[in-house]
């Protein structure tokens, strides 16, 4: 084989291993977490309906809904603290469905909004 058809064929195996592996991390399904803020003073994070108090670590598929213009929705690790692992998902003033995916790192997390965060939050761990 010449140096240019080993270099088409290189390429050749490079993209079809592209193509299985990217065909391989969409059958491994990512768990969906959904969180609802609002319209009340109320806050929740829930996997398959349930309230989530225990996860674990990986990456997961996070819909929030917030039906709030005065509330948002933010994840964050506060322990460990460092290295900070902090998203807010939904802004304050948006009211919108928004997702995103994450992966989650061991530790104690807490689902909250900013502005009220003593009366709205949801504690939760993240295991190993
Ligand atoms: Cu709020």
């Known amino acids: 084989?010449?140096?240019?058809?080993?270099?088409?064929?290189?390429?050749?195996?490079?993209?079809?291993?592209?193509?299985?592996?990217?065909?391989?991390?969409?059958?491994?399904?990512?768990?969906?977490?959904?969180?609802?803020?609002?319209?009340?003073?109320?806050?929740?994070?829930?996997?398959g309906g349930k309230k989530v108090k225990t996860l674990k670590a990986g990456?997961?598929?996070?819909?929030?809904?917030?039906?709030?213009?005065?509330?948002?929705?933010?994840?964050?690790?506060?322990?460990?603290?460092?290295?900070?692992l902090e998203k807010l998902i939904t802004s304050t003033s948006a009211t919108t469905t928004k997702t995103i995916v994450w992966t989650l790192k061991p530790g104690s997390w807490r689902a909250y909004c900013s502005v009220h965060e003593a009366q709205m939050h949801q504690d939760f761990k993240v295991i190993k």
């Open 59 to 84: 990456k997961y598929r996070i819909v929030v809904s917030d039906k709030s213009s005065f509330h948002n929705f933010t994840l964050e690790r506060e322990k460990p603290s460092k290295p900070k």
């Open 1 to 47: 084989m010449n140096r240019k058809a080993a270099a088409v064929l290189a390429i050749c195996m490079a993209v079809a291993l592209a193509v299985a592996g990217a065909a391989l991390s969409r059958s491994s399904a990512t768990p969906t977490l959904k969180g609802v803020v609002g319209p009340g003073y109320t806050i929740s994070l829930k996997k």
